[in-house]
């Protein structure tokens, strides 16, 4: 198994521009999450789908950002208009069961906006 | 709600000493209690996990970690560090059959040769 594809890697983009993060989960999984990671505010969950669905998305902080789940392999997390505050890595996890399973983390997208 | 708390911000020890990384939690019911490790650049590796059963969970890369219900912790330990442990840990909790990991804000453990 590849594990959680996520894409780019890297993201560098000018205030104000449009920006698409992407996640392929582990095939079988049936819960996907994204996260957000900074130094100040550390691991903040973002949204929560489960079977294609959003469940929670009470972490999204504003809306600027959204995300979507077309099918049970692939979500995108956009941002628009993108501004400073929003550099971060940005990490994709993917779940087969609540609770016991934990998460599968993708390697995380690094997104710089000057 | 649920919550973690990891007291220390840094763990520094020697190389072949051991390593504790400390952890206390708060939630209704029993708990699902996880260690994930964070390299640079990485995303979160799955450690270990505490499900049910024996207290004492064993996990990758030889660290090991006890769940003690009434002091509500699950330290993280390895009784010999390596150089290559230097990394970001995080503990996580969820209640039983909930979906939502609350993670705690990290400890950067440093091994020195």
């Known amino acids: 198994d590849a594990g959680v594809i996520q894409s780019p890697r890297h993201e560098v983009t000018e205030m104000g521009q449009e920006v698409t993060l992407r996640c392929k989960p582990i095939?079988?999984?049936?819960?996907l999450f994204w996260y957000r990671q900074t130094m100040m505010r550390g691991l903040e969950l973002l949204i929560y789908f489960n079977n294609n669905v959003p469940i929670d998305d009470s972490g999204m902080p504003e809306d600027r950002f959204s995300a979507k789940m077309p099918n049970a392999s692939f979500s995108t997390l956009k941002i628009q208009p993108s501004e400073p505050r929003d550099s971060a890595v940005y990490f994709c996890?993917?779940?087969?069961?609540?609770?016991?399973?934990?998460?599968?983390f993708g390697s995380g997208t690094r997104l710089t906006v000057v | 709600a649920q919550s973690v708390a990891q007291p220390e911000d840094q763990v520094n020890v020697a190389e072949g000493n051991p390593l504790t990384v400390k952890c206390t939690y708060s939630?209704?019911?029993?708990?699902?209690l996880f260690w994930y490790v964070q390299y640079p650049n990485r995303g979160l590796q799955f450690l270990l996990k505490?499900?049910?059963?024996?207290?004492l969970v064993k996990g990758s890369y030889g660290f090991e970690a006890e769940f003690n219900k009434s002091q509500t912790s699950f330290h993280l330990k390895k009784p010999s560090a390596l150089v290559s442990d230097s990394a970001l840990y995080f503990c996580?909790?969820?209640?039983?059959?909930?979906?939502?990991?609350?993670f705690g804000a990290g400890t950067t453990v440093t091994v020195r040769a």
């Open positions: 996580a909790v969820t209640p039983p059959r909930d979906y939502k990991l609350s």
């Open positions: 996890a993917s779940s087969a069961a609540s609770g016991s399973s934990g998460y599968t």
């Open positions: 095939s079988g999984h049936n819960s």
């Open positions: 939630v209704s019911g029993n708990p699902y």
């Open positions: 505490y499900i049910t059963g024996d207290n």
